[in-house]
């Protein structure tokens, strides 16, 4: 085995963001590239077809919130589900465009933001504030 540099390889589609979504295609030697890179950061990968079912609680953890708030949601319409008995269970798919569907709202809000302060000078104001501590 050759010396390891110290400093892992870098993952091109990681983001920061906790998860990165991989379609494979081809062979797949891309996405097992990607993989290892993203292992060699110390994050971790779970691998899973997207017609998989989950329960509320493995979607709520999926989307970082709770199982009551993932319930309300769900009976809100914001995500699909289906009832198996008793229980919800969810479509991966689904929970992963919820995911990106919000993330692309709150991007554009903030976005939208920044464009108003900017038009109305706020940076301008606060750049001169004076420190009172």
Do not use: F, W
């Amino acid at each position: 085995m050759g010396k390891h540099s110290g400093t892992p390889p870098k993952c091109p589609r990681c983001n920061g963001q906790g998860t990165v979504i991989i379609r494979a295609d081809g062979d797949g030697k891309g996405v097992l590239g990607d993989v290892v890179a993203a292992l060699a950061q110390g994050l971790a990968v779970s691998i899973a077809p997207h017609n998989t079912m989950l329960t509320t609680q493995e979607a709520a953890d999926l989307l970082n919130i709770s199982r009551p708030t993932l319930v309300r949601l769900l009976t809100e319409g914001e995500v699909s589900y289906t009832m198996r008995g008793r229980h919800r269970r969810v479509m991966l798919h689904d929970i992963l465009d919820y995911r990106e569907r919000t993330r692309r709202e709150r991007r554009h809000v903030l976005d939208q933001m920044a464009s108003d302060a900017e038009d109305d000078n706020l940076y301008e104001i606060t750049a001169g504030a004076c420190q009172t501590r």
